[in-house]
């Protein structure tokens, strides 16, 4: 079946600093991948949409300037947590829909603790 | 997006079969009805999905009411690893296929 990867699978920062998460479709293409974010006993919240080669679409009330996400390839997307807070640290959970067949996969997610 | 209701959770036993329901009164002609499940600190899993008929495959069958305004998810014989958060989503397929939006879904606990 299809994979979706991501990396870090766990990250610890400090507060200010940047942090990169990398998606990656591993055996098939996906021209638009989303992220999404979720706190604990809480459901996943979808932050962004983004589509190969140009800019993410983010949904209300997520920051596009703090949450910067790059598509370059149609199988890598990150995310960039720029100068992080406590508040940030959640579980990030990429997903990346299949440009052929229209199903959308999940990555394991990355768990982000802002110290 | 159509709205789905689902029990906060439910309980079963090793072994045992379970069926967990959801109800989507306000589902349109073009929605399919998937279901992930997310076991803890994972990501989703697709379980299966359908559009009027009933469907299985080798991890569950979908049974699919005849007015579409419900659905039941059932596992044949739970197992511990099937603990986890099953969601059930309606997604338009038409138009490029609409993003998957999650609600709470359902906790399954299974004792042994």
């Known amino acids: 079946g299809a994979v979706v990867s991501q990396h870090p699978s766990r990250v610890i920062c400090k507060s200010g600093t940047s942090v990169k998460i990398e998606c990656r479709s591993l055996?098939?293409?996906?021209?638009?991948m989303f992220w999404y974010r979720q706190f604990p006993k809480q459901s996943l919240m979808l932050m962004a949409t983004?589509?190969?080669?140009?800019?993410?679409?983010?949904e209300q009330g997520v920051e596009k300037d703090k949450f910067l996400i790059n598509h370059a390839s149609l199988t890598l997307s990150t995310l960039t947590v720029t100068s992080a807070h406590p508040e940030d640290s959640s579980f990030y959970i990429c997903?990346?829909?299949?440009?052929?067949?229209?199903?959308?996969?999940f990555g394991p997610g990355t768990r982000l603790t802002v110290t | 997006d159509a709205k789905t209701t689902q029990p906060n959770s439910m309980e079963s036993n090793e072994e045992e079969p379970v069926h967990l329901p959801c109800n989507h009164s306000?589902?349109?002609?073009?929605?399919?009805i998937h279901w992930y499940r997310q076991l803890p600190s994972q990501g989703p899993e697709y379980v299966i999905h359908?559009?009027?008929s009933n469907v299985n495959n080798r991890m569950a069958s979908l049974a699919i009411a005849e007015d579409r305004k419900s659905s039941t998810l059932i596992l044949h014989r739970a197992t511990l690893r099937d603990a986890a958060v099953y969601y059930c989503?309606?997604?338009?397929?038409?138009?490029?296929?609409?993003?998957?939006?999650f609600g709470k879904g359902t906790m399954l606990l299974v004792s042994p």
């Open positions: 997903s990346a829909r299949d440009a052929t067949a229209g199903e959308q996969y």
């Open positions: 055996d098939f293409q996906a021209t638009t």
């Open positions: 983004s589509n190969e080669g140009s800019k993410a679409t983010y």
């Open positions: 306000t589902i349109s002609g073009t929605d399919y």
């Open positions: 359908g559009l009027t």
């Open positions: 989503i309606l997604r338009d397929v038409t138009s490029g296929y609409s993003t998957l939006t």
